[in-house]
């Protein structure tokens, strides 16, 4: 795990989406892996410029969102496919029918969450997963307690997820109490693993996930199991790492070096 501690969240989101972006040039049919949420808006923002001002070719991949709200259709203003259009894929070349969310309004969700995984692997599975990390240490909808080895399904949010989310409906009775997910294996299975984190309120989440044991408390901390993933944080979410120092010291080693 590489662990990147940037002056603030424009250099997060800058670094971030230059893994991205080297993907899609060395591999104009890369499968990208995307997250929703505000932590990664700034990478998508970087994403869309280098579209528009430096010619970024997207019209050969792939994307595969990691979840959406279950009972909400792709219409609906919040669900995810709608954020994902708004904040990206309207303003870049993607073919839309190359951009894939799960549905959270197919009549058997299991047979869908199957079909997801099918066509995920299909596709030669993911070569760059864009991820998040949730106040208490979930990624994408894997809420503490979710099996590391878990699959695309249906989970019931937590309290506090439900509290988090909140802020972008109405009504807090309008949040859904249940999403489809990718869950912690299929997650792991991406070829590379980028995480995009932002600050205080997400300092001991991610502390535990980084430096903390692996465990289904915090789902995000299965990523120490991964053989290439790359955190960028700035520096009020690096608030709560004891190996900072260390971090910054390997960052200006590798800076010598290239």
């Known amino acids: 795990m590489e662990v990147t501690i940037c002056t603030d969240y424009a250099e997060v989101s800058r670094l971030a989406a230059g893994i991205v972006a080297d993907m899609v040039r060395a591999m104009p049919d890369a499968v990208l892996g995307f997250a929703t949420g505000s932590s990664p808006l700034g990478l998508y923002k970087e994403l869309i410029r280098l579209h528009k001002e430096e010619g970024l070719d997207f019209s050969g991949i792939t994307t595969f969102n990691l979840d959406e709200y279950y009972g909400l259709d792709g219409d609906h203003p919040q669900s995810y496919r709608s954020f994902m259009n708004e904040n990206l894929f309207n303003h870049i070349n993607v073919p839309m029918e190359q951009t894939h969310v799960p549905s959270g309004t197919a009549e058997d969700w299991l047979e869908a969450c199957e079909a997801y995984e099918d066509l995920i692997e299909d596709m030669g599975g993911i ?3 864009v991820l998040g990390i949730g106040s208490d240490g979930h990624i994408a909808f894997n ?3 979710s099996s590391l080895g ?3 399904r249906r989970v ?3 309290q506090q997820t439900i509290e988090d989310n909140a802020r972008f409906f109405e009504r807090r009775e309008d949040v859904p109490t249940s999403a489809i997910s990718m869950g912690v294996g299929t997650i792991l299975e991406a070829a590379t693993c980028v995480m995009v984190v932002s600050g205080a309120n997400k300092a001991p989440a991610l502390a535990a996930a980084i430096e903390g044991p692996v465990t ?3 789902t995000a901390s299965a990523l120490q199991w991964h053989p290439d993933t790359w955190v960028f944080c700035d520096e009020a979410a690096a608030a709560d790492l004891e190996m900072r120092d260390y971090y910054n ?3 200006k080693q590798r800076e010598a070096d290239s």
Do not use: F, H
């Open 156 to 158: 019931y949010l937590t």
């Open 127 to 129: 070569d760059v997963q």
């Open 216 to 218: 289904a408390m915090n």
């Open 150 to 152: 878990s699959r695309t």
């Open 143 to 145: 809420e503490p307690g």
């Open 249 to 251: 010291w390997i960052r």
